[in-house]
């Protein structure tokens, strides 16, 4: 594993020295650490804190696979476009286990390359698990079932792009909306293939340079997301990735096809960095547990915020090659802001806002390119209603996430200075807290038994478990004691273990009671 072009200062049009790390270096295995293993996974860590990127060389089936993909979905694109007549430019989001129409047509090969770069990620999630001395599966719990469940769809997305002049719009790089400071993966990392250059990084000391300079097609560039970023306490940052504008557009003349692999966790699973800690790591408060759901909702309210404010006029009339959001068609694609102002011109389309004001002084429709009478226009009522009621949504769901986060943080501080409390009184509060009916009576740390209830897997009956972290309502993270398994139970399919520390003390309190 060489390390190529050991260069001097990373620019945005030169290539940096990342890492080139052999995808069969990296597959875990029974038995004692090899040292190519050893070497691989410090050259693939090394890489991505020094530059948060790498680069990663499947197996001669797999890179063939995955340029089969790049080609077959260059032809796709291509005779899209021949037949409908639009402009040589597309993207195409591939989902597993979702029930295609008839009418839905997809690029070959997409669910041979969905399950080689599914492979290849979670082999690139288990190495970076083991840098941060963690159990090479430890991420496995936030990950869909492999294969998946009947009837339901991947979390994670493999998304193929073609363009042939690069723009800053949505869909240049792996389906999502790339704005000039960058673009960061939500999820928890990215594996980008394509047939020719053009992806920036930046680089930890905010410096942007060609990541993909020296990558062919089929090798693998490796981005790592937000998502993994919490739940690694931010030992391992999230990367900022845009297109290499003046790169792309003189050595990619005849187009790009890029194939982007985002590895998604479940919506249900749970962000929590308690295997950190066990590790011996700091964990910053702001790292606390959350569900992945809350977790993306406030990264998209965040996205949008910043968004909105590009002065992009580009996505209106990309609308026909990604998939629209509400908040999209319900938007100024000038101002960001919500058309509360609608107005119907004389061909037919609504415009409100800064694009509104630039339709009426160019008499022009931006959309259809037909002349606009300024006497013409009509208040588009339906339109402002909808705006306005999706703005109100917005504005709700963003409060109630922030008021939830506080309750949750008061109800934690105040069951943790109630039981300092009745430590320092030499009280013992579980039994009282169950009357209660509190959604808290076990602390971090402690040893319980799983009693089971309904929802509890038989396998994890009777087994003695560690609490690793808290949940919301009453829900807590545990490890079971000899497997090392982690599941999620409510406190009600718990109970305490017989020599644990709150059952000893009323014991030996009991007979000095008696006593006196």
Partial sequence: MAVAHPSGEAMATAGAPLARVRLSDLVAYDGAPTPTYVRAIEALSGSLMRHNAAIIEPGTEDASLIRCGLEAARLYFRTRAHNSGKGSRGVYIYRAGRALEDWDSSPPCMVDVFRCMGKSARVALSAIARHLRLRTDVFNHLLDDNPLPANEASSSVLVATYSTLWQSCKGDIGG???????????????????????????????????????????????????????????????????????????????????????????????????????????????????????????????????????????????????????????????????????????????????????????????????????????????????????????????????????????????????????????????????????????????KVVIKGNRRTPDKFVGKEAMITSQCLNGWYLLKIIGSGESVRLQYRSLQKTLNSPAVDERRCLQPDQENG
């Fill in 176 to 446: 999502v909306k790339t704005p000039p400071n960058g673009e960061v993966e939500k999820g928890l990392l990215t594996l980008i293939s394509s047939d020719s250059p053009g992806v920036q990084v930046c680089d930890p000391n905010n410096r942007w340079y060609l990541a993909d300079g020296g990558s062919a097609p089929g090798d693998l560039l490796l981005l790592t997301g937000k998502a993994l970023s919490h739940a690694t306490a931010g030992l391992r940052p999230a990367a900022s990735y845009r297109p290499a504008l003046d790169y792309s557009s003189s050595t990619a003349s005849g187009g790009r096809t890029s194939l982007a692999f985002r590895l998604v966790p479940q919506g249900n699973a749970i962000l929590d960095c308690s295997p950190i800690a066990a590790a011996g790591h700091v964990i910053p408060q702001s790292y606390g547990p959350i569900s992945v759901s809350q977790f993306m909702d406030d990264l998209s309210a965040e996205e949008d915020i910043m968004c909105n404010l590009s002065e992009n006029i580009y996505v209106a009339r990309d609308n026909l090659n990604r998939e629209l959001s509400l908040r999209s068609v319900l938007s100024d694609p000038l101002s960001g802001g919500f058309l509360e102002d609608a107005m119907v011109v004389s061909c037919g389309h609504s415009f409100g806002g800064l694009l509104l004001r630039k339709v009426i002084e160019t008499s022009r429709c931006t959309s259809c390119s037909a002349e606009i009478e300024s006497s013409s226009l009509i208040p588009n009522h339906a339109l402002r209603a909808a705006a306005a009621a999706v703005k109100h949504e917005d504005d709700r769901r963003l409060f109630r996430n922030a008021a939830l986060r506080k309750r949750r943080k008061e109800m934690v501080d105040r069951t943790d200075m109630a039981k300092r409390q009745n430590i320092e009184n030499g009280e013992i509060a579980v039994d009282d807290a169950l009357q209660k009916g509190l959604q808290y009576p076990f602390a971090v740390n402690e």
